[in-house]
């Protein structure tokens, strides 16, 4: 008896709602949804982050080069990437430009988001407009930045010459000095905007209470500052604080650009100078290890903040 067009219908119907039912009743299962939604996350990490670092440390072991498998050489890449004089600089230059850079984006964020704080016209047009530099690409507005700062066409040359307070042209990229503080001016007013709003952000959640009851004690504006608004803001400062060192310590973009490690190799960070190694000069052994530099100091950051944080809890 042949079987009809409705008849495989209505069997095949109960064998999908089978299916259904089954993945549905594995869903249900806490653990079995909790590796669901986990897994995508740990796949990413793995491949973007955990393989390219276990590479990277074999690398640093080995003595590989582009078109050279290499052999293993232990910590060789180490001891001279350490005895470098070029590293050295280079190495010195990320502490001196990470500490800086933190320390004015810091003071200038909060003095910045106490001022955005207060109640005025066109309030959330300004406190917007803000993130315009963290928003621009860093490799566009280092050009821009490159561009003001040029021997010949600086057009903040241009206007220090024309109101007559300097009368050769100060040089900007062309001196060691000169070019690390541009770098860091330039960190600074892209990271500025990142402390200000974050900040403003804690400041938002202080009840104005604390600050009145403060005032009715004979407090001043200081002393509200330093013994209501700092201690309440503490924990997001640190946050805050401990994202920017990461990201200073490991810039990349902003050196490459404005001044390519230059002059005289005098502005190489770390980052910058892996990358002439590993990548433009093709020894990757090399490079790597002169980038995993980083690492033992970024680590060390991270734990001195989750220690201090966790200490903060238990006070």
Request: net charge positive; charged share 10%.
């Amino acid at each position: 008896m042949a079987a009809t067009p409705g008849g495989v219908a209505s069997a095949a119907l109960p064998a999908e709602g089978m299916i259904v039912s089954r993945w549905t009743r594995l869903l249900e299962s806490q653990p079995v949804l909790a590796v669901a939604l986990i897994a995508p996350g740990v796949l990413i990490l793995t491949i973007f982050i955990a393989y390219p670092f276990v590479m990277a440390i074999w690398f640093a072991l080995t003595d590989i080069s582009v078109g050279v498998a290499g052999k293993f050489v232990g910590i060789a890449n180490f001891t001279k990437a350490w005895e470098d004089t070029i590293f050295q600089t280079a190495f010195k230059n990320t502490f001196f430009y990470t500490f800086w850079a933190t320390v004015f984006k810091l003071s200038l964020g909060m003095w910045l988001a106490l001022l955005l704080n207060r109640h005025f016209r066109f309030k959330r047009l300004i406190r917007a407009s803000m993130l315009l530099p963290f928003i621009i690409p860093t490799v566009l507005s280092t050009f821009a930045w490159r561009w003001m700062f040029d021997p010949t066409f600086s057009v903040i040359n241009w206007t220090l010459y024309n109101a007559g307070w300097i009368t050769d042209r100060l040089p900007f990229l062309s001196n060691g000095d000169y070019a690390m503080w541009c770098a860091i001016l330039v960190n600074t007013w892209r990271g500025m905007p990142f402390f200000a709003i974050t900040l403003l952000a804690g400041l938002q959640t202080i009840s104005p209470d604390l600050h009145e009851a403060a005032a009715l004690d004979g407090a001043n504006a200081w002393h509200r500052f330093w013994h209501v608004t700092w201690p309440l803001l503490l924990p997001v400062t640190l946050v805050v604080v401990v994202f920017s060192v990461i990201q200073t310590f490991s810039d990349f973009q902003l050196i490459y650009v404005l001044t390519g490690g230059g002059p005289a190799n005098e502005t190489h960070l770390v980052a910058t100078y892996a990358y002439q190694i590993g990548v433009a000069s093709g020894l990757l052994g090399q490079g790597a290890a002169i980038s995993l530099f980083m690492f033992p100091v970024l680590f060390g950051v991270v734990w001195v903040q989750l220690r201090f944080l966790k200490r903060m809890e238990g006070a």
